[in-house]
């Protein structure tokens, strides 16, 4: 469904300040899989988001969604097909925007859209129907400013926002990480039913590893830009947040010493 292929990024470029942020990563996530994503910063994580959603161009490889080759395709062309959720609770909707002008954005998103524009009252009842299912009360403030919100709430609408058009591919970074422990879990337990429901496939960074081997079907860790550990069920089922730091004890050490190997001299 997904399928990265030895796709590289490099910031800057010949400069004094070049990064390699992506190394020639491959990967594959078929239909309907749930995928973790985790590594300390500057692993590559978002970046690796960055370049599915066409925020980032690469620099060598290729990127297909659906057998589809995107790699050359503009941001806005893939948002119509990709869903989003940020870490920050105030990006991904408009504050200055009510509840359900917030959804009907969402509903249009890819489509063309006319001079003007207004909101049916069939969608109107069908965003009440899709809100009464977050349990936040939201339905009864659909026509309250995004930004009255508290973050929990705002981000339970941008799951929302994000899912609402059942997206090909949903892409989640760290999106509980700015909540406190127990609107983290509550926005936690949304974004597991919402992909659920959908049997939509996602990717999610987190650096909660107990989430990461709690949540999806797969889990893989990143460092220095390569994809380092990709384990799956029903191994990772197994896996405690002690045996998953020594894998990558071991993972990243390898990766070094195959790093120095490779870069030897004769």
């Known amino acids: 469904m997904l399928k990265l292929h030895r796709v590289t990024k490099i910031f800057n470029p010949g400069g004094p300040d070049e990064r390699v942020a992506l190394r020639q990563v491959s990967l594959e996530v078929p239909q309907g899989q749930v995928v973790t994503i985790i590594g300390s910063n500057g692993a590559g994580k978002s970046t690796l988001l960055n370049v599915i959603a066409g925020v980032y161009s690469i620099e060598e490889g290729a990127i297909f969604l659906k057998g589809q080759d995107i790699s ?5 062309r893939r948002a119509a097909f990709i869903g989003r959720v940020f870490q920050d609770p105030t990006r991904g909707t408009a504050a200055s925007m009510t509840v359900e002008e917030n959804l009907a954005l969402a509903m249009r998103r890819g489509k063309r859209r006319a001079l003007r524009w207004g909101i049916t009252p069939e969608e109107r009842r069908y965003f009440k129907e899709q809100l009464a299912q977050l349990g936040l009360g939201l339905e009864d403030r659909i026509r ?21 058009t059942k997206p090909k591919l949903l892409l989640l970074d760290e999106h509980t990480a700015a909540l ?3 609107t983290a879990k509550v926005v936690m337990e949304l974004t597991q039913r919402v992909i659920s429901q959908h049997q939509l496939t996602a990717l999610m960074v987190t650096h909660n590893m107990d989430q990461a081997l709690r949540y999806g079907h797969r889990t893989l860790m990143m460092h220095e830009g390569r994809i380092i550990l990709d384990i799956s069920d029903p191994l990772r089922s197994q896996l ?3 045996h998953l730091l020594e894998m990558f004890e071991q ?10 190997l490779l870069t ?3």
């Open 72 to 76: 050359s395709w503009p941001e806005y």
């Open 144 to 164: 309250d400013k995004v930004g009255l919100l508290s973050g929990g709430q705002r981000q339970a609408l941008a799951v929302l926002m994000a899912t609402l």
């Open 180 to 182: 406190d422990p127990r």
């Open 240 to 242: 405690k947040v002690s």
């Open 251 to 260: 993972a990243s050490r390898n990766s070094l010493e195959d790093r120095i």
């Open 264 to 266: 030897s001299p004769g």
